[in-house]
């Protein structure tokens, strides 16, 4: 494009020297030089505009010119500026979400069996040398740091009602007690000695000893029948889920989610805070990722080898299927998934501005004007060719005027 330009220049300076050479010898040639030298002239305006941007002229030091060698820290900080006001403000994620609906073409395309398999496919092609080649020690921690920030977010009350509702509501919840209440009775046997004297010291007087052997004496003999009878109870709703054992739980569990119900959630929220900022937590979250890397790798190693692609396959594509008929859910799905995206934005779109402003900073000015010129390179030389053209019309047009107006 640089050459079609300056060899358009050379084309309206060789038509100039022509029409001067023959401005008698017709009345063509007139009109000829005139758009000649008027396109000259808006060609080296445009070239001057347009080398301005990045250099000096013909190398000579006139002022405001290598406008982007000068003023590359001031481009950086507004390009970075620019982008993160006009595209991620979490209004405008959101506008751009909906009016996009990415989860919604994802779900229809991933709902045919051949196109959800070539996506398992690809995913599972690239996972294992995404995880080899990745510092898992550092996902590990990524990952332990995002479950730790999503969990400081989350109503603690809230969610354990939700939690307790559910496993209320749940036909085989007695089945799932009773091999705790199996283990617990266990455990209470196992450690008789230690529960009773746990009960024989909340009952020791302080002041006379006589009575206090006696009292010990019997909180003895009745925590001892007491942990017979409750190691036996606790084993028997094991063996039974119709023990009354269960209703108690279930009514505990019950008048607990009432509660919480109700705005009774403060103690919860305390203790979440005290988890959620022991060290030992985040320590074992960073455990449970790197466990759960290392069985993500294993498994997609197994899915190859053992020939299960094609059925994983129909179940992805049997699940999309559903949620693309399911609109309402759907919408939902979108919703959420736009306002993370809009939290996302929120939360780190000053980290992308450092990012692109740190970014240009680190460029030096000869690297920054070939990435701009890579860029827009044709479309400015499409200018000193416009530039070209329109002047020379505009002389067209003065020569014209020129005419009717002195003759």
Known sequence: MRRIATGLLVLMAFLYVLARSFEGGGTIWPWLGAFAEAAMVGALADWFAVTALFRHPLGLPIPHTAIVRKEKERIGAAVASFVRKSFLTPEEVVRQWQDWRPFKKVVRYLSHPAQAKRALHWGLERMPKLLQSSDRETLSRLGASGIRHGAATIPMARLVTILL???????????????????????????????????????????????????????????????EKLSAELEAASRDENHQLYQKIEDALQETADELETG??????????????????????????????????????????????????????????????????????EERAGELGARFSGRYGAKVEKLINRTVNNWEPDELIARIENQVGADLQFIRVNGTLIGGLVGLLLHGVGILVWG
Do not use: C, Y
């Open 264 to 333: 009774g959630g403060e103690e919860w929220e305390v203790l979440k805070k005290k988890v959620i900022d022991d060290p030992e937590t985040m320590r074992t979250l960073e455990e449970v990722m790197d466990r759960a890397l290392r069985l993500i790798l294993e498994s997609v190693e197994s899915l190859e080898k053992d020939g299960t692609l094609a059925e994983w396959s129909q179940v992805l594509s049997n699940a999309a299927a559903r949620l693309n008929e399911d609109e309402a859910r759907l919408h939902l799905l």
């Open 165 to 227: 509702q559910g496993f209320l509501k749940s036909p085989g919840k007695r089945s799932l007690l009773a091999p705790i209440l199996g283990r617990l009775g266990e455990s209470v046997t196992a450690n008789r000695e230690w529960v009773m004297d746990e009960a024989s010291k909340s009952t020791k007087p302080r002041k006379l000893k006589l009575l206090g052997l006696i009292s010990q004496a019997a909180a003895s003999a009745v925590s001892g029948k007491a942990v």
